[in-house]
């Protein structure tokens, strides 16, 4: 199993920047993707941003040129870097371990980010 535990959410005005982080118990290179998901109130939860073991990225469009996702392996840890916040990226966003030979989801508990002047 792996545990994940995200941080760095909060409240910041529209234009601003936020950094979350999430650290996973086992090491990345134990782990065949890590991903970063949001979901609004009402709405699905979508995919923002992923990586994977090798090191390949993606970002959604909706975010694309905004955010971005990196990896530090000796923290264990992946963090989405968010600029230019706007009021639609406010949601909770949640990070995803993809994990084993069964690609297994495992999610933190979420970490609310609201965007508003």
């Known amino acids: 199993q792996v545990q994940l535990v995200e941080s760095g959410g909060g409240l910041v005005q529209p234009g601003g920047s936020l950094r979350l982080s999430c650290a996973a118990s086992?090491?990345?290179?134990?782990?065949?993707?890590m991903r970063w998901y949001r979901q609004a109130p009402g709405e699905e939860r979508e995919l923002v941003a992923g990586?994977?073991?090798?090191?390949?990225?993606n970002i959604a469009d909706s975010v694309k040129g905004r955010f971005t996702i990196s990896r530090d392996n000796a923290k264990s840890t992946v963090y989405l870097q968010m600029n230019s916040l706007k009021p639609e990226d406010t949601a909770v966003y949640y990070c995803?371990?993809?994990?084993?030979?069964?690609?297994?989801?495992?999610w933190g508990q979420g970490t609310q980010v609201t965007v508003s002047s």
């Open positions: 995803n371990a993809v994990y084993g030979s069964t690609w297994s989801d495992y």
């Open positions: 086992k090491s990345l290179f134990r782990i065949n993707a």
């Open positions: 990586i994977t073991v090798g090191g390949k990225t």
